[in-house]
């Protein structure tokens, strides 16, 4: 069990460039999850896969954020034409499935964003 | 919308201070309750977690928790912390039966001076 990791850890860009982060969930876990932080917040949902599917979005997913798992096992989130307001921490967890209920959530580092 | 509340924003406490953190959540039916904890310059770590059963539950590193349903809190509490400690709080729920997602409070930062 190595932990959820992610890249990069940190990103600086300029507004209106596209960004992406990638995730990778400890090995057997199906479920993965997109989080946002803000500073002075708790971590905010954003979408959801288990597996390769993706079962759930956040309304703070704008048109300009899309998140694959494509193999059901790494995951990448992507933000086109970022805003200052993208900055934030962008966490990931993952979670095993467990029949009928809900498991622990286990995090990333997180990778931080700054949009100048 | 679900929703929950983490009643202080900054704890200050010397060493060997008993702790008490409040989280309320709203929601009528059945959860599953979390308390996070993120030490400087580390990723969130789970403390604790309550499914079912005793509604009281031990954590790491001498952290409990306990569920009161009729009064839809999951307080945390030490009997005596450590300067080791100092770290934020996140207090966060599931709702069984409903999107597989952590709602989060807005976190307690928590210092100890030694």
């Known amino acids: 069990d190595t932990g959820v990791s992610q890249n990069p850890r940190h990103k600086i860009t300029k507004r209106g460039q596209n960004v992406t982060f990638r995730c990778d969930p400890i090995s057997e876990h199906n479920r993965l999850y997109w989080y946002r932080q803000t500073l002075g917040q708790g971590p905010e949902f954003l979408t959801y896969f288990q597996n390769e599917a993706q079962l759930e979005k956040s309304r703070l997913l704008s048109d300009r954020f899309s998140a694959e798992r494509p193999k059901g096992s790494f995951s990448t989130l992507e933000i086109q034409r970022t805003e200052q307001g993208d900055s934030a921490m962008y966490l990931c967890?993952?979670?095993?499935?467990?029949?009928?209920?809900?498991?622990?959530?286990?995090f990333g580092p997180g990778t931080r964003l700054t949009v100048l | 919308a679900q929703s929950v509340s983490q009643h202080n924003h900054h704890v200050i406490l010397s060493e060997a201070a008993s702790l008490e953190l409040g989280c309320n959540y709203s929601?009528?039916?059945?959860?599953?309750l979390f308390w996070y904890v993120q030490y400087p310059g580390q990723h969130l770590q789970l403390l604790l977690k309550?499914?079912?059963?005793?509604?009281l539950v031990k954590g790491i590193k001498g952290f409990e928790a306990e569920f009161i349903k009729s009064k839809f809190s999951f307080n945390l509490r030490k009997p005596s912390v450590q300067w080791s400690d100092t770290a934020e709080y996140f207090c966060a729920v599931i709702i069984i039966q409903g999107a597989q997602k952590l709602v989060f409070g807005q976190g307690t930062r928590l210092t100890i001076n030694p």
């Open positions: 309550y499914f079912s059963g005793d509604p």
């Open positions: 967890a993952s979670s095993p499935e467990r029949t009928g209920g809900t498991d622990t959530q286990y």
């Open positions: 929601y009528g039916g059945t959860v599953n």
